[in-house]
């Protein structure tokens, strides 16, 4: 029988961007006639096209009108065509001759269509989440689809305004046993996605890039090869409406897709079936809603893991891993977690740990625990064939046991390959005995090694050896007709032999599915035994694989190529579905110079997953490696500072994603589509709507070319830009990053400190700025960051005090400042007792001008008389107030004169100490005539005081703040200012409970009971009592912060005195009060001691002083200490800095 084909060729001025490749390889240019001529002899015999052209990578090869199917029935409603294959020459042989099509119209934006063999089952991802809607859409399609007959093809229209969305008819169907092609031509160069490779830029280049599909374990290294996830997905937004669309084939199988100017896409994948979702959005967000809610929507993390992470391939042991702990500790480095590779392992075998150089490895997690940090470790999937050194290795002989391994073709033989242990098998994780295995081995492992999440790699899966020890059968699995352009060029490359076996199929089939399904098998262990919010992260992924897992961008290197890549990849796995994402900050390969490191950390501080991560052999690259005084260690410090400040706004980008799909790490254009300068942009990125990042990405360079999209902008430490839909230059030297933040915006805060644990103890804050219409608004989600039923149960946060102040008609025009005052109801934390002497009543409370409130109480409030403001006036600028009494209030003891006018000085001592001192300017008083020995000189370089000072106005009160962690440490801006001839009062908010010292009185407990108690300081010849002043006087208290930070205050003073202690702290002196290091008025003085014998473990206490009739002298406030301290299981004091 001869076949006789007429071909159809249209040969047109510039047809060459819609030609089709029949022939699809790169092929080389013809030097040779000969070579040249058989080329064209293979083209025409598979009755194609053949056009020689000089534009690079056009086909000269391409397919005529012959090929493809025809319809020979079709079904209505429910859009099913029978079709049935043209006459023309194979491809690649094999040919199905009948196929069978149908399409479903799952929602009002989105269309699935199949095509697939009519007569035989084929392959199909058995995907977790994705399943056919229950029910048909109820509202408008927003797309429309049209049927053609022969050849056939569909378009996918837009409904309004029309446009044509997805055209297949600009190229054959072809459907083989191995070789499935289907080419569509789209409305818009703005091709998002498609992956997971190295893509210099985020919008693709259309001009016949080939971009293979298969995941594989290789270096993202600029090339345009195949890496670890397989991401058949993309996005197109279609004009400056920002109505664009999304199209994912959900096929497992090595594929590659080429994209050509026409534009157009074409995919060739060598298996399974033609299973395809387009999704129609009004914004490109819109379009990531549709994808996730296909796939799985992210999962949240949990708070721990938005801050900063520390890990390196190869510490060599935990001493080395603590030393790394301790240094960067030391420095106040924001840093919550801590990883150990494969390295912590004996002989890089999984579920065991070095007991010689890793020994104390089931306490590091309580190490880690005591600061508030976490720890997570490494699990690989291969496992070792080789025994444990004093022993079996069982979890090997478990394996065996249940039958868990990826076999040999014959479904029994485990398959044996090689990975960092040596001889290895490899567990199916898409056989339930294996999920089972897996699930006991992590917990057996985690009751030995305590850990808090789950670090999973070389799970592509990745191989030493080419398909298995023994290699891989001459197969069509193995060496199947057509081979995408994949790395090698050799499909079991650094893999298995394509015919292994897995419970669900073939490996030819499920390759790319294997990191996959060993997320869905680590997720059963977290859903089993974590009883909180864990996390997972893999190398190798697949679309749905954010709904369990995080991902990191691989195993990059110390380049600044790799710094600026890193950018479009994250961006593509917000795409994917996958917002926990980042690269290896200073880069995995390669020593990291400081300069490159120090970019790198200040970009890094604002990727989702922040994490410095670097191999084997190489120098150390964590911030404190490069010197505690280092400019990389000040500006990583002043930017994870910012990070962990926005980490409310991080946290709830992260929950938006989770209930609605959207984009955390987002492109410029995704916001600002309208205008198509930012089409391109990959070099900036957005955090949310709001907050922009734009890092230098080059060495040397200190101005950056940025562009600025259309709205106002402030810069998030300056001020506002008035630059706005331009590109500007902006000067960022060498320890600067720009930062802006967008008009409109209200940004949950919170005050930063060294870990989230210590951050979310600390008041919370909103910053505001306002756009165009002086309007602004914003969004806070917020829970106890760990459980894991709270976005179902509603479930909120543990120590969450929240209240809301609706003030209404106050006709207040923006931009000018006011005051408003009303009526507070206090707290009772917050009651200053106005009348501490007995006999108190209402009639002399409110004698004195405060407040007499009688209530029900579950606490013991000696007096219900609460002090108003005492409303102070500041006269006068800088460490030095002068203070007018407000007369408007009465006088507090008629007995004792008051004094109208004092002053303030405040005096830095020292970088570690401090001095205030409140004084009758016109009067000398009695001053305690104790010799001190303090600085010669005081510190006057700001850079080098550990703490900060802030004067309050009404009330009057004077704030010290420690820098590093913004925590304020004594606060006596409350009411309750007293200062008289023989009584003086101050009090001062506590940043926490935890107060020991005063004396000498007899406690119960060495921790201050903050419960309202009072105490008499004056020495008397007694025996002790509860509550009784005794032979000593040391009005001396340390106070242990938040952060773990502890510091001391000491009231100078030998008049009578009292303190009571509440949430705050009071003190009364009688008559006079002698502070130290002053001779006159009401000091204080401040040190913060870095020394390790120095520092203690202590908290601030509220207190008050009542002295004896004494000559009139001003109340005198002391000196506190600080420093850093841990305690071991043991209870022994760890002082660390």
């Not at 052209?53 to 409603?77: L, M, T």
């Not at 110079?593 to 120090?598: D, S, V």
């Amino acid at each position: 029988m001869v076949l006789k084909i007429t071909l159809f060729c249209v040969f047109a001025v510039m047809k060459s961007a819609v030609d089709m490749a029949c022939i699809p390889y790169k092929l080389p240019t013809c030097f040779a006639k000969l070579y040249c001529a058989s080329l064209q002899q293979k083209c025409l015999e598979r009755a194609c096209c053949w056009s020689p052209v000089d534009e690079a990578n056009v086909p000269w090869c391409f397919f005529s009108k012959n090929h493809g199917y025809s319809v020979v029935s079709e079904s209505q409603p429910d859009s099913t065509r029978e079709l049935t294959r043209m006459d023309a020459p194979s491809l690649f042989g094999a040919d199905i001759k009948e196929l069978i099509f149908y399409a479903e119209m799952q929602t009002e934006n989105r269309l699935r269509f199949k095509i697939t063999d009519a007569n035989q089952a084929r392959f199909e991802v058995p995907h977790e989440h994705v399943q056919a809607p229950s029910s048909p859409p109820t509202g408008p399609l927003k797309y429309r689809l049209e049927l053609i007959q022969k050849p056939f093809g569909l378009k996918v229209w837009r409904t309004s305004p029309e446009k044509l969305l997805f055209d297949t008819t600009i190229g054959p169907l072809v459907f083989a046993d191995q070789y499935l092609q289907l080419s569509a031509k789209l409305p818009s160069h703005n091709i998002y996605g498609l992956g997971e490779h190295v893509h210099q830029t985020f919008r693709h280049d259309t001009n016949w890039r080939t971009w293979p599909i298969f995941t594989r374990d290789s270096f993202p290294n600029g090339g345009t090869h195949n890496l670890y996830g397989h991401y058949p997905y993309f996005t197109c937004l279609e004009n400056e409406s920002g109505q664009s669309f999304g199209v994912f084939l959900m096929n497992s199988n090595a594929m590659e897709v080429t994209i050509q100017p026409a534009p157009a896409i074409t995919y060739r994948t060598i298996g399974g079936v033609l299973d395809f979702y387009i999704l129609v959005g009004d914004t490109p967000e819109a379009v990531v809603d549709e994808f996730t809610q296909l796939i799985g929507r992210p999962f949240i993390p949990p708070y721990w893991s938005l801050g900063f992470q520390l890990s390196r391939w190869d510490y060599g042991s935990l001493d080395e891993v603590k030393k790394v702990v301790e240094r960067n500790r030391q420095i106040g480095i924001p840093y919550d977690v801590q990883y150990t590779d494969i390295d912590y392992m004996e002989d890089k075998k999984i579920f065991t740990y070095d007991m010689e150089k890793f020994k104390e490895l089931p306490q590091f997690a309580d190490y880690m625990h005591g600061n508030g940090q976490k720890y997570i470790v490494i699990l690989d999937p291969a496992v070792s064939t080789g025994k444990r050194l004093n022993g079996p290795y069982e979890a090997l002989d478990r394996g065996h046991a249940a039958k868990v391994w990826v076999t040999e073709p014959d479904g029994n033989t485990p398959l044996i390959g090689e990975v960092w242990p040596g001889e290895t098998v490899f567990p199916d994780y898409t056989n339930q005995a294996c999920v089972d295995w897996w699930v006991d081995e992590i917990s057996r492992f985690h009751k030995e090694v305590k850990h808090d999440a789950l670090w999973i790699d070389m799970n592509e899966v990745a191989n030493f050896v080419q398909g298995s020890s023994k290699g891989c059968a001459e197969n069509k699995l193995n060496y199947p007709p057509f081979t995408p352009r994949i790395l090698d060029n050799l499909i079991y490359s650094k893999t298995l032999c394509m015919d292994a076996k897995h419970k669900w199929g073939n490996h030819y089939d499920v390759h790319s599915l294997y990191g996959y399904s060993m997320v869905l098998a680590t997720e059963k262990y977290v859903e089993v035994f974590k009883t909180n919010r864990s996390m997972v992260f893999t190398r190798s992924s697949f679309p749905g694989v954010g709904k369990y897992a995080g991902h990191w961008l691989g195993d990059n290197a110390a380049n600044w190529n790799d710094i600026k890549w890193a950018i479009p990849g994250m961006l593509e796995f917000n795409l994917f579905g996958v917002p926990y994402i980042g690269a290896d900050i200073c880069g995995f390969f390669d020593d990291s110079p400081e300069e490159l490191c120090r970019r790198w950390m200040q970009v890094g501080a604002f990727y989702p997953f922040s994490r410095n991560h670097n191999a084997q052999g190489y120098k150390d690259q964590d911030p404190a490696a490069y010197g505690a005084d280092s400019l990389l260690v000040k500006t990583s410090k002043h930017y994870l500072n910012i990070r962990y400040t926005l980490l409310p706004y991080l946290y709830t980008l992260f929950y938006k994603a989770h209930v609605n799909g959207e984009t955390v790490l987002r492109p410029m254009m995704h916001e600002f589509y309208s205008d198509s300068k930012t089409w391109g942009v990959h070099n900036q990125f957005l955090w949310g709507a709001h907050l922009l990042i734009t890092p230098v990405l080059d060495p040397g360079v200190e101005n950056v070319e940025a562009y600025i999209p259309d709205a106002i902008w402030y810069d998030f430490e300056k001020e506002r830009i008035t630059d706005r839909k331009e590109k500007v230059n902006l000067n960022l030297p060498a320890d600067k990053l720009g930062l802006h933040l967008r008009g409109g915006a209200i940004l949950p805060a919170q005050r930063p400190d060294v870990t989230t644990t210590y951050s979310r103890c600390h008041p919370m804050r909103l910053i505001i700025a306002l756009d165009d219409s002086n309007a602004a608004s914003g969004e806070l989600f917020w829970d106890d960051g760990e459980n894991k039923n709270v976005p179902y149960t509603g479930l909120n946060s543990k120590n969450a005090r929240m209240s809301d102040v609706l003030l209404l008609n106050l006709e207040l025009e923006l931009g000018k400042n006011y005051t408003v005052n009303w009526q507070d109801k206090y707290r009772n934390s917050r009651h200053f007792d106005c009348h501490p002497e007995a006999g108190s009543d209402q009639a002399k409370c409110e004698a004195r001008g405060c407040i007499w409130e009688v209530r029900e109480r579950r606490y013991s409030i000696s007096d219900p008389c609460i002090r108003k403001d005492y409303n102070v006036v500041e006269t006068a600028s800088g460490i030095t107030v002068d203070l007018e009494r407000n007369t408007a209030f009465p006088s507090q003891r008629s007995q004792s004169r008051d004094i109208s006018k004092l002053r303030v000085e405040i005096t830095y001592l020292s970088g570690k100490s401090l001095r205030w001192k409140i004084f009758d300017p016109s009067n000398a008083r009695y001053e305690v005539p104790v010799p001190l020995d303090l600085p010669a000189m005081p510190e006057t370089e700001e850079n080098n005081r550990l703490y900060r000072v802030q004067i309050n106005n009404k009330p009057f009160g004077i704030q010290v703040i420690r820098k590093d962690t913004q925590e304020i440490i004594w606060d006596s801006a409350v009411p309750g200012l007293t200062f008289s001839d023989q009584l003086l009062e101050i009090s001062t908010l506590l940043p926490s409970n935890y107060v020991y010292g005063f004396g000498e009185t007899e406690h119960p407990i060495y921790k201050h009971d903050l419960n309202y108690h009072k105490y008499g300081l004056f020495t008397k010849d007694q025996p002790p009592g509860y509550k009784l002043n005794s032979y000593g006087v040391h009005p001396f208290y340390m106070g242990l912060e938040k952060s773990k930070y502890a510091h001391g205050v000491l009231l100078l003073n030998s008049n009578a005195m009292g303190e009571q202690t509440t949430h705050s702290l009071t003190q009364l002196v009688l008559n006079a009060l002698d502070g130290l290091l002053v001779s006159t008025g009401l000091v204080g003085s401040l040190f913060m001691n870095k020394n390790k014998e120095d520092t203690f473990k202590m908290i601030i206490i509220i207190w008050f002083c009542s002295g004896q009739e004494l000559p009139a002298h001003p109340c005198s406030l002391a000196w506190m200490r600080a420093g850093r301290a841990a305690i071991t299981p043991q209870g022994k004091q760890n002082r660390t800095t």
